[in-house]
């Protein structure tokens, strides 16, 4: 089983900032599928879902998650919120869902310092009443492929970072057990 931890949520669930958290806390390398695609394909993902459209985004996706199986290994990797899509996520990683509600996740973000930014970035969530709907869709689906679930809401970082690392070395020492 590999050792990365897979970072899966909603957009601004705060996927990034726990994932840096995390790694500077325990430290372990950090890598961003969003990061890494527009990186790939030197352009914003707004750009790339404005010039080629979400089909060619989540084939993209689909590229990295297929590098990640075959090269990374002992890192944290936080997703983009369709991710969790790829048809080998399992075997990237263990998967931990961050989970918050939709209007504790579009208040973080509407009420942020730099909210216009963090709002343009997510393309998706230019419509909050389609961003909501399409919450309710990925809800079911994200939980049903996590290996852990991580409630975010009304806790302070330091207690994020250690139900996710507790729920991590649990597995990791569980798998070592099963060889």
């Excluded at 705060?14 to 430290?27: E, V």
């Excluded at 996706?61 to 297929?66: H, I, K, L, N």
């Excluded at 209007?103 to 973080?108: F, S, Y």
Aim: net charge positive.
């Amino acid at each position: 089983m590999k050792k990365n931890i897979i970072l899966i949520g909603f957009m601004g669930v705060g996927k990034g900032t726990t994932a840096r958290a995390y790694a500077k806390r325990y430290g372990v390398y950090n890598i961003d599928t969003d990061d890494l695609i527009e990186s790939k394909e030197n352009r914003s993902i707004p750009k790339i879902f404005k010039k080629k459209g979400e089909a060619y985004f989540r084939r993209l996706e689909q590229e990295t998650a297929d590098w990640i199986e075959c090269c990374v290994d002992g890192t944290l990797v936080s997703c983009g919120g369709g991710f969790y899509q790829v048809d080998n996520l399992k075997k990237l990683g263990t998967v931990v869902l961050l989970h918050a509600s939709f209007d504790w996740i579009h208040h973080r973000l509407s009420s942020a310092k730099n909210a216009e930014k963090k709002l343009a970035k997510r393309p998706l969530f230019s419509d909050p009443k389609k961003a909501k709907k399409l919450y309710r869709e990925r809800e079911k689906a994200y939980r049903k492929i996590a290996d852990l679930i991580v409630d975010v809401e009304g806790k302070n970082m330091e207690e994020i970072l250690e139900e996710i690392h507790a729920g991590c070395e649990k597995r990791f020492s569980l798998s070592k057990e099963s060889k």
